[in-house]
């Protein structure tokens, strides 16, 4: 019972017997509900959804760098490359999404003073 039949059953108090309150409420929150899936549905047709901008790995779980086409073997099993081959971690922003370390020192200049500073530890580190 909502409202609006309550004040009718004070008015009446055979509106209980004849009441169509419910059902009315009932088919009013269906076509809501119906008229809303439709609209995401329209909506979902037209979404353009990205893939994840750092799974650039082949089956072999290796990476490869897209300046000199050289492999990575640092790819994780779960086909995702490392943050030191993005570019965007060094704080840049390029148009490649996966770069080996060599490629990357060509662009020490552009990257933070800190940033610079750990790309050095992994160049002497052997992460080539």
Request: aromatic share 10%; charged share 40%; proline share 3%.
């Amino acid at each position: 019972m909502n409202a609006e039949c309550a004040k009718k059953w004070l008015k009446d108090k055979k509106h209980l017997d004849k009441c169509e309150c419910l059902e009315l409420e009932a088919q009013e929150l269906y076509f809501l509900f119906a008229n809303s899936l439709r609209e995401s549905e329209e909506q979902l047709k037209d979404c353009q959804c990205e893939t994840s901008p750092k799974t650039r790995v082949n089956s072999d779980y290796y990476a490869w760098c897209e300046r000199c086409e050289s492999g990575i073997p640092a790819a994780s099993k779960k086909r995702v490359i490392k943050n030191r081959n993005d570019p965007r971690f060094w704080g840049l922003d390029l148009e490649e999404k996966v770069l080996c370390l060599e490629c990357l020192r060509r662009f020490r200049e552009e990257m933070p003073i800190g940033k610079r500073y750990t790309l050095n530890k992994y160049l002497k580190r052997g992460y080539v």
